[in-house]
């Protein structure tokens, strides 16, 4: 059946189904021709009709279009676009042999992609990934709106949507996908956090993986490799097949919703799928390649690589900043999308000459978006360029990973010395780098591990990473890890290493919850996950990257504990304060909000060059419990005095010291300390309470 056209409209880009048919645009400014080819359905191998669009009825200034009228859901289509031919000066990269995927596509599918095939561009083939033809504007959302949930009161889950049930041990209906998640919203609850940020779920390429890694039978785990910015990822539904990735996204967002989880995105507009000269041609490349990209000024046939994955997106281009914006106001509109954490985000704010500028066109019209006003955003800040902005990332509201944050933790945990002046900035929200300029302590994403990087348990026990089953000769993944093995690399049998390493863990998350600004932790750390001394999973779809839900029995003790450690924080309000700490007396008991200590009261050894202990007192807002700190990160055990409260008595709340269940204790089931000083244990954290003097 061949189907009747129109002239069809520039917008919306992309293919908008309606009750006459569906209408189909696309911008290409330099193209000269265009056809747009259509499938049946996703198994269909051939096309059915190819529609030659006509340069005079189908484009309106730089966009081509047409109307298919009767054209039902379900159809798949591609692009075949043609223009000048590649030189040095022009950058173009246009080919009408190759079927282009749709940039605006709502949902696309993958089924006869291959990768190695489609950088052969010396003859036509059909094996690329299409758009799909949709219609879901029927989706009830039973009134479901973004959360507003404030900011700094938040609790960050980083997780993988494929790796957080695809381990048979989730007893998951759907393993790997995103209704997965939602058999877990009862286990996010309980564990007590309100925000998953998932790894990347806009449409990716499994397939963008070095030779050797592919030699090796793996793929593109993680998903930082996007080609469709519009389109839920298919591998993360039941049935891609039907067109239902909006439909099942959407029954991922409302249930974490009604759960009152907040969703945050970290989404991939530094770089794409295409890569670099020897790349594939998967659909800007073969529209708008000299606009798209940050090519070589002498050469325009060569990418710019500041993000070490072979070409970088030309961000502030007016048409590629025009396109992120209205891809994210897109997710926040039809997902309902509470917040993006944009990877390599350094490469959002470097000028069409590669240089960074603080006024850069696109992170602003972020910020200003009328849609995204109460969306958070959230900046990896930097790139592989040799950028590096944390503290000093455009914008005013944006928050950042604080990467500053991470590495002094890690150190002063690992038992480094002369950190303590650093560490109390970090754990006061580092002001350092967030006061100056008007911003708040939540502009801090505090985090010590995240997917990148050593899992939190494999922090404690490897030094070395091993990264050999990536295929890469261990060369991939950082080698600054600041982790410390507790004496011996990898696995062990000692009773002492292993305690010792579950203290560390202890140690981290205590610090992690006690530090102003909005902490993340990683998926699985609260349960000792291992991904066996690889550092670098993103290759790893397999039990090395996924979640053993069998270790909520095998490490309950610590599962009970990073449960214990958040409720902790959330009911103690001078723990997020969203206005820096000054010292001065707040609270009723004549209290500050916070006050320096050492082994000695009011002696902090900031001069001390080796110093590795640490203490503090944070007045409580109101009626709360104030809270006394005591951080002994020496290889002593050693007596702290304690401040004198009037008419209270401290308790004691955590102790990473101590065996389960003395490590942390429940309010009700805490015991008076008695005495003046208190006797910290080597390598721990010590935590107490003050309340009103029990009458006798």
């Known amino acids: 059946m061949k189907y009747k056209i129109k002239s069809g409209k520039r917008f919306p880009a992309g293919a908008t189904i309606s009750s006459d048919g569906v209408n189909f645009s696309l911008f290409s400014r330099h193209a000269t021709s265009a056809e747009l080819v259509l499938y049946k359905d996703v198994s269909s191998k051939k096309s059915f009709q190819v529609i030659v669009l006509d340069l005079d009825v189908n484009r309106t200034f730089f966009f081509w279009h047409v109307f298919v009228e009767g054209l039902p859901a379900g159809v798949c289509y591609t692009w075949r676009i043609d223009g000048p031919e590649t030189t040095k000066l022009n950058g173009f990269r246009f080919n009408p042999d190759i079927e282009l995927v749709d ?15 489609a950088k052969k561009t010396s003859r036509k083939r059909q094996n690329a990934i299409r758009g799909m033809v949709v219609n879901d504007s029927d989706y009830d959302w039973e009134g479901d709106q973004p959360l507003k949930n ?15 049930t695809r381990h048979p041990s989730s007893g998951v209906k759907h393993p790997g996908t995103f209704s997965g998640i939602i058999e877990k919203i009862p286990y996010l609850k309980k564990l007590g956090i309100t925000c998953i940020e998932l790894l990347p779920v806009m449409a990716f390429d499994e397939q963008d993986i070095p030779a050797g890694v592919r030699a090796k039978g793996l793929k593109n785990y993680w998903g930082y490799s ?33 759960a009152g989880i907040s969703v945050i995105l970290d989404v991939v507009f530094n770089h794409t799928a ?12 073969g529209l708008g390649n000299e606009a798209i990209y940050h090519l070589e000024k002498s050469d325009r046939r060569i990418y710019r690589d500041y993000t070490g994955c072979g070409n970088t997106v030309n961000c502030n281009h007016p048409v590629v900043a025009a396109f992120i914006v209205e891809c994210l106001e897109y997710w926040v509109t039809e997902f309902h999308i509470d917040g993006f954490r944009f990877d390599l985000a350094s490469v959002l704010a470097r000028g069409q000459d590669g ?21 958070r955003l959230i900046a990896e800040a930097w790139d592989a360029g040799g950028l590096y902005q944390v503290g000093g990332f455009p914008g005013f509201r944006w928050a950042e990973w604080n990467g500053m944050y991470r590495d002094v933790m890690r150190r002063f945990v690992r038992g480094h010395s002369g950190l303590i002046g650093e560490v109390a900035t970090r754990l006061s ?36 990473k091993l990264n050999h089953e990536n295929g890469e000769e261990n060369r991939d993944g950082t080698n600054q890890n600041e982790s410390w093995n507790c004496g011996h690399e990898g696995p062990s049998d000692d009773p002492v290493i292993n305690e010792l390493r579950q203290k560390q863990v202890r140690n981290i998350y205590a610090l992690l919850f006690l530090s102003q600004g909005v902490p993340m932790i990683l998926a699985g750390d609260e349960m000792l996950r291992t991904q066996d001394g690889n550092n670098n999973g993103y290759c790893q779809d397999n039990e090395i990257g996924w979640l053993d839900w069998g270790l909520m029995t095998k490490n309950e003790p610590m599962l009970r504990f990073a449960t214990l450690v958040i409720a902790f924080r959330k009911r103690h309000p001078c723990l997020n304060r969203n206005r820096f700490l000054t010292g001065t007396r707040q609270n009723s008991r004549h209290l500050a909000d916070i006050s320096w200590h050492g082994t000695t ?37 050693l007596d702290f005095e304690l401040p004198k409260i009037k008419d209270r008595q401290w308790h004691k709340t955590i102790d990473t010291g101590a065996a389960s269940p003395d490590d942390i204790i429940e309010p009700e089931l805490q015991k008076s300390v008695e005495g003046s000083v208190f006797s910290s244990a080597t390598h721990s954290i010590v935590i107490l309470e003050s309340r009103p003097i029990a009458e006798t």
């Open 274 to 285: 295409e890569g670099a000269v020897d790349g594939p041609t998967i659909n800007f490349k």
């Open 150 to 164: 404030p900011h700094e009161n938040s609790i960050i889950y980083e997780l993988h949507v494929g790796g957080f």
């Open 355 to 375: 240089r960074p500028m603080y006024h850069a066109p696109v992170v602003w019209n972020i910020e200003f978006s009328r849609p995204l006003a109460e969306t």
């Open 429 to 464: 929200g580092s002001s350092d780098l967030y006061q100056h300029s008007g911003r708040l302590p939540s502009n801090s994403i505090n985090f010590v591990t995240c997917h990148d990087g050593f899992t939190l348990y494999d922090l404690v026990s490897y030094e070395h």
């Open 226 to 258: 996007t080609h469709s910015f519009f389109s839920p990822h298919p591998g993360y539904c039941v049935s891609p097949e039907k067109g239902t990735h909006r439909k099942e996204f959407r029954d991922m967002v409302k249930a974490l919703h009604k």
């Open 601 to 637: 009261l009011h002696e902090p050894p900031w001069l001390i060059e080796n110093a590795k202990v640490l203490a503090f007192t944070l007045g409580g807002i109101d009626d709360e419990e104030d809270i006394h700190v005591m951080l002994n990160m020496s290889g002593q055990q």
């Open 103 to 117: 940039p605006w596509a709502k949902a696309v599918v993958d089924d006869f992609w291959d990768r190695e095939d």
